[in-house]
């Protein structure tokens, strides 16, 4: 009985109306999308973590930059009174390189638009692809992520129709081998109402 329960309550989440999606013009090509994850009914994305590989300097480096996001969703009325203790986690497909990161909290409220860090394609050298991300809350105050420092920022998301950011998907390029990995490459944002 507990795995019928588990399995209808993902597919109730995995099915969850959104209202609009939320995208960026500077992520990049390579790898597949992932599994779109979305917040429980009734919650929204209140906080992040990042997956991020750590830089490493030397003659074989082969960096990755930021290999997942993990979205955290509380119900309105937890958002709205700062409390963060009862939460659920999303996230798409994640890279099984690097660590988590600590979760960053909206002051008040949800998620409600991003922007990433992203190196250009560096052709014979070592591409990273994406390496941090922003958001910004309700309330205009914004979270910077703990990724790395390669690449520029690109320009911002829309900002949401509705509550805030509900789910996410993601671009992630599959382990290369002997070649250049670049785990996640592009993100894409839900909203909800």
């Given at each position: 009985m ?5 399995v209808?309550?993902v597919?109730?989440?995995v ?32 906080g992040?973590?990042?997956k ?7 003659v ?6 930021l290999?997942?996001i ?5 119900s ?6 700062g ?22 909290w909206c002051?008040?409220c949800f998620?409600?638009?991003?922007q990433?860090?992203?190196e250009s ?14 958001f910004?809350?309700?309330?205009r105050?914004?979270l ?10 690109g320009?911002w998301?829309?900002?949401c129709q ?5 789910g996410?998907?993601t671009?992630?390029e599959e ?10 490459n ?8």
């Open positions: 507990h795995l019928f329960l588990s209808l309550l597919i109730i989440t099915n969850r109306f959104y209202r609009s999606w939320l995208t960026v013009s500077n992520g990049m090509w390579w790898g597949s999308w992932g599994f779109k994850d979305m917040c429980p009914s009734g919650t929204y994305a209140a992040f973590s990042l991020v590989d750590k830089p490493f300097y030397g074989q480096n082969d960096n990755k930059g290999t997942g993990r979205l955290h969703c509380v309105r009325l937890r958002a709205s009174l409390l963060y203790d009862d939460y659920a986690s999303v996230q798409s497909e994640v890279a099984g390189w690097g660590q988590w990161t600590e979760i960053k002051p008040c998620l409600t638009a991003f990433l860090r992203v394609f560096q052709g014979s050298g070592d591409d990273t692809a994406v390496n941090n991300i922003r910004e809350c309700s309330g105050s914004l910077h992520g703990d990724g790395t420092s390669w690449g520029e920022w320009g998301s829309q900002t509705g509550k805030g950011i509900c996410i998907k671009l992630i382990p290369q081998g002997n070649g250049d990995d670049t785990a996640l592009d993100v894409r944002m839900y909203c909800c109402d």
